[in-house]
């Protein structure tokens, strides 16, 4: 079962330098060995205004509507998020493939629909993430695992659509 006052913090030091390493794979222009199961999100900073990336991993493609739905793992913690909730205006990069796009929080009882479908699609990758990766102990059940989605965030990030491409 899930501690509901308890929402992993980002991480510091070294920690943190893992969690970027995947960006230097884009800046490298390699991030088409990430799949497209990752996006580079560019976002502006919120105090700075500069540009900044974060490496996601997509939950959910929807190819009909042009999105990208991504999971904030830090909750409204998390340095992206707080950036798109001040400007929703992003690029992402998938491969090697740049799209303009807006940002936007889903609302909780929809975000926790969209946790619930991938822990469903995919239990071990859920359970590492959430229990390895930002230490948050998941029980077994439905709801357990709706209970720990009220403490994350999902956005949906619509892309703009040139020449028919993505």
């Known amino acids: 079962?899930?501690?509901?006052?308890?929402?992993?913090?980002?991480?510091?030091?070294?920690?943190?330098?893992?969690?970027?390493?995947?960006?230097?794979?884009?800046?490298?222009?390699?991030?088409?060995?990430?799949?497209?199961?990752?996006?580079?999100?560019?976002?502006?900073?919120?105090?700075?205004?500069?540009?900044?990336?974060?490496?996601?991993?997509?939950?959910?493609?929807?190819?009909?509507?042009?999105a990208y739905y991504v999971v904030s793992g830090f909750g409204k913690f998390s340095d992206w998020y707080l950036n798109i909730a001040k400007n929703p205006e992003v690029r992402i990069q998938i491969g090697r493939q740049w799209m303009h796009g807006y940002a936007e929080t889903l609302p909780s009882d929809v975000a926790g629909k969209e946790i619930l479908d991938y822990a469903a699609r995919y239990p071990r990758t859920f359970r590492v993430l959430t229990e390895r990766l930002l230490g948050v102990q998941v029980g077994e059940g439905e709801e357990d695992i709706a209970r720990l989605a009220r403490g994350f965030n999902v956005v949906r990030i619509g892309v703009k659509i040139r020449n028919g491409e993505k």
Not at 26 to 34: H, K, N, S, V
């Open 1 to 66: 079962m899930t501690n509901e006052n308890h929402y992993p913090q980002p991480p510091k030091g070294f920690s943190r330098f893992l969690y970027r390493l995947p960006i230097q794979i884009y800046r490298l222009g390699l991030g088409f060995l990430l799949g497209k199961r990752f996006i580079l999100l560019e976002h502006i900073g919120r105090k700075s205004g500069l540009p900044r990336n974060a490496v996601l991993e997509v939950i959910r493609t929807d190819s009909q509507e042009h």
